[in-house]
């Protein structure tokens, strides 16, 4: 059971399209530290977006996250939606840190960028399809860590992606920045990525063999969880 108190929750888009649309939904708890990590597992399923984030330390950047299931040592759409969030709640930030490691940020007028290692992701199962047609009609699976992808414009590094995280307890995600910094660091080459309904991610591979993540933000509202849910 979830303590009674009241826990305030910041609700998020990150990377959705130019226009504002699409987008994944993320949940940030800024005051995570009032937050028993007993309690947070539960907190993150009772929420049900595919991660949510405890900021432990806003000064710092002591983040955790938590999808519905397990706890992620790293994880893109949330690391580039808190360091979006602290910069608008409390002052920007020059790095957040995960369980991981170290993610340097920085931001620009319209993207927020954060820097990982590929071996910090998970292990995908990447599955490069004979084109996007093929992509979108990717059935949904039972199980696994899938990520199906195909060139929209290989010349110009576009591609078409889809996730189906089952095994984290999500059945597809909207946008994930893991599976992007992954695959940089399996393909060498800057990517636009356009996955689920209409998110728009881009990543590219930096010299010292980390990837660079960015993407828009924007907020949806602000609200109160308390026992008895949303």
Not at 191 to 220: C, Y
């Amino acid at each position: 059971m979830l303590n009674p108190m009241s826990i305030e929750v910041h609700e998020l888009l990150v990377f959705p399209g130019p226009d504002g649309s699409a987008g994944n939904p993320l949940g940030v708890v800024l005051d995570g530290a009032s937050v028993p990590e007993a309690e947070r597992q539960a907190v993150a399923a009772e929420l049900g977006y595919s991660e949510t984030v405890f900021v432990d330390d806003a000064a710092t950047g002591a983040i955790r996250i938590f999808t519905p299931a397990i706890e992620l040592p790293f994880a893109g759409h949330p690391t580039v939606g808190t360091a979006w969030l602290l910069a608008r709640e409390h002052s920007p930030v020059d790095a957040l840190r995960p369980p991981a490691g170290t993610v340097p940020v920085r931001y620009e007028p319209e993207l927020t960028w954060v820097t990982a290692r590929p071996e910090w992701t998970p292990s995908f199962d990447f599955r490069q399809l004979g084109s996007a047609a093929d992509v979108e009609n990717h059935p949904q699976p039972e199980s696994g860590h899938i990520y199906a992808w195909a060139w929209i414009d290989e010349a110009a590094g576009v591609l078409r992606s889809r996730c189906f995280p089952v095994d984290m307890g999500i059945q597809e995600d909207e946008a994930t920045g893991a599976a992007a910094v992954a695959l940089v660091g399996k393909l060498g080459r800057h990517l636009e990525i356009h996955q689920g309904v209409g998110s728009v991610l881009t990543a590219g591979p930096t010299a010292d063999g980390a990837v660079e993540l960015g993407g828009r933000v924007s907020a949806v509202r602000t609200f109160a969880l308390d026992g008895a849910g949303r």
